[in-house]
């Protein structure tokens, strides 16, 4: 339940003291109450259904701060089972205390309520927040997160009229409990079609409202369960000038595939004449399904009628297509980041990298039923999150390095893995698809550049084709899927491990992620310092074995 006014002061004043602790203590907080519950939505304009609301809201309340808040976010849990909120994006420096997912946090108990303190440091651009537990996602409870530059740090393109977020994402009929009844029973292993795609919840209602010859900034998140989407706006151009906190050359496009747990940030003039235009979100890469599309509206504050014309088309239905889409995006080498330093100023091409992971995924049946693994190890979720497991010594947890660096043929597994990484290593990840679905990769905690996509089987040779000066960084990386042509396709990757702590590398396939197509990276160094890694948070949650272990 919601806190009583004088409890919330108390808990106000509490947090106030201890604010201090954070780091940039001098800089601005930001602080969020949020009640979490069911309540009956009615997206797809038929059947009332049971959503996940925050403060009565589908979607969630959107959070607004600037490069380096510390955002204080007290979460009460309303709902009949564990809850726990993780913020896709936000690199969570020092302080993956503060990730919310399963292996860094316990979720928060039906009836309790937990506080998380984290800054957006040094990021600017366009992140979501979602439930991680379970299948709360496909119910609703994710919202958008917009990190806005300082005033000192220039973005590389003037000032919008203003600024549009479109959470896009497919949707269901069926409730987030009956789509984990459905996984866990193991028949297929994977979700069935979904019935709608929504744009902000509603399948045709969005409206964006501009002004003619002025020039807006359009904010594209995936917050989908699994499916590919394409957006598009009818008669107008798509100029990229964001993809995920980093800044692109910015090429223009007629529209722009954006992947499970992607974001992309684009600018569009208002220079057509002053009518409605149609937003449109179709779904991509679904075989067998009956195609998915949800529209909103572009209206021109003048219009007093409708565009004529058919809905723009969808781009060709190949993975290829979207493959080449994604590797036109450049990195923008002259920009500032988030500080004042030029992007490229970090010469990420020629640092050599200390070691390879090869990592594929595969869909094996273990004890009877559909699991998802990487390198034959399908991930299993413990009672207590790896994070403490880590942090009070708990023995027979982890399976140390346990999913080997390439996949070795041995029988699948079931498992806990941790790759066991030391800070300020420089490593090449590389994604190796063996199936028939188009993957996508999402790595908490950082940034990564995609050097490279491919088709076949990966092999050393293919460095030869890295793009080693420019390559896109980002932290969600789609892959090719099983071909008749090219039974294989790879996307590689180089980190820079500069964030000590426990960061999740995932399927952002929400069901393949829950089926074990995940596992962990402790990043880290025997000089424990506050300057590498924060304390456990006094307010921790304590659960499984280390329940009553005190902080």
Same mark, same amino acid.
């Given at each position: ?23 940039? $203590? ?8 949020? &009640?979490?519950?069911? @309540?009956?939505? %009615?997206?797809? @304009?038929?059947?009332?259904? +049971? ?17 380096? *808040?510390? !955002? ?8 009949? /089972? ?15 205390? +503060? ?5 860094? %946090? ?37 919202? $958008?997160? %917009? ?36 996984? *866990?029973?193991?028949?297929?292993? $994977? ?9 902000? @919840? ?21 917050? @989908? ?25 910015? %090429? ?44 909103? =509206? ?35 080498? =002259? ?25 594929? &995924? ?21 009672? =207590? ?8 010594? !708990? ?20 498992? =806990? ?19 028939? /679905? ?21 092999? /050393? ?9 420019? $390559? ?80």
């Amino acid at each position: 339940m919601a806190p009583p006014p004088a409890a919330a002061a108390a808990l106000a004043a509490c947090i106030l003291a201890v604010a201090a602790t954070l780091a940039g $203590a001098d800089d601005p907080y930001r602080f969020f109450t949020w &009640n979490v519950t069911y @309540g009956s939505i %009615n997206p797809l @304009g038929s059947t009332p259904q +049971q959503g996940i609301l925050i403060n009565g809201q589908f979607p969630g309340p959107r959070i607004d701060c600037v490069t380096n *808040d510390n !955002i204080i976010v007290n979460v009460f849990n309303n709902l009949d /089972e564990p809850f726990l909120l993780t913020w896709n994006g936000i690199k969570q420096r020092k302080n993956s205390w +503060q990730d919310g997912v399963l292996g860094t %946090n316990c979720p928060i108990p039906p009836g309790a309520n937990y506080t998380y303190k984290f800054q957006a440091k040094d990021q600017i651009g366009t992140f979501v927040y979602f439930p991680s537990v379970a299948m709360h996602r496909a119910a609703g409870g994710f919202g $958008a997160l %917009n990190v806005y530059q300082r005033p000192a740090i220039p973005v590389p393109y003037p000032p919008p009229a203003g600024d549009f977020t479109l959470l896009v994402g497919d949707w269901y009929k069926a409730g987030h409990k009956q789509l984990r009844q459905a996984l *866990d029973a193991g028949g297929g292993g $994977a979700l069935p079609p979904p019935d709608a795609l929504l744009i902000n @919840g509603m399948p045709s209602a969005a409206a964006f409202v501009g002004d003619q010859g002025r020039t807006y900034l359009f904010r594209v998140s995936n917050v @989908g369960v699994k499916t590919s989407v394409n957006v598009r706006i009818q008669g107008h151009s798509l100029r990229l000038v964001e993809v995920e906190g980093t800044h692109p050359v910015q %090429n223009v496009y007629d529209s722009l595939d954006v992947h499970v747990g992607q974001s992309v940030a684009f600018l569009v003039t208002l220079d057509k004449a002053a009518q409605d235009y149609a937003v449109v979100a179709s779904a991509r890469f679904s075989p067998g399904a009956a195609p998915l599309m949800a529209t909103g =509206t572009l209206h021109y504050s003048s219009a007093v009628s409708r565009a004529p014309g058919p809905l723009p088309a969808p781009p060709p239905e190949q993975a290829e297509w979207s493959m080449n889409q994604a590797r036109s995006f450049r990195w923008n080498l =002259t920009a500032s980041a988030a500080r004042p330093n030029p992007q490229g100023s970090f010469h990420y091409g020629t640092i050599a990298t200390s070691r390879t992971l090869v990592l594929a &995924n595969s869909a094996p049946v273990l004890a009877g039923q559909r699991r998802y693994a990487v390198n034959g190890v399908s991930f299993v979720v413990p009672d =207590t999150p790896l994070k403490l497991v880590d942090n009070y010594n !708990i023995a027979n947890v982890i399976g140390w390095d346990s999913v080997p660096a390439r996949p070795d043929g041995a029988a699948p597994r079931s498992g =806990t893995p941790v790759v066991r990484l030391n800070l300020h290593e420089f490593i090449e990840v590389v994604f190796q698809n063996t199936e028939n /679905e188009l993957q996508s990769w999402h790595l908490d905690g950082y940034d990564f550049w995609v050097v490279g996509y491919g088709n076949g089987q990966w092999t /050393e040779n293919q460095r030869t084709t890295y793009n080693l000066v420019d $390559a896109q960084a980002r932290h969600t990386v789609q892959q090719c899927p099983f071909r008749q042509v090219y039974p294989n396709g790879w996307s590689a990757i180089l980190v820079s491990l500069d964030n000590q702590g426990m960061w999740n590398l995932r399927s952002a396939n929400w069901d393949r992620q829950y089926l074990g197509q995940q596992l962990y990276m402790r990043v880290w160094t025997p000089q424990q310092s506050f300057s590498n890694e924060y304390s456990i948070p006094t307010n921790a949650i304590l659960c499984g074995r280390a329940a009553g272990l005190g902080h």
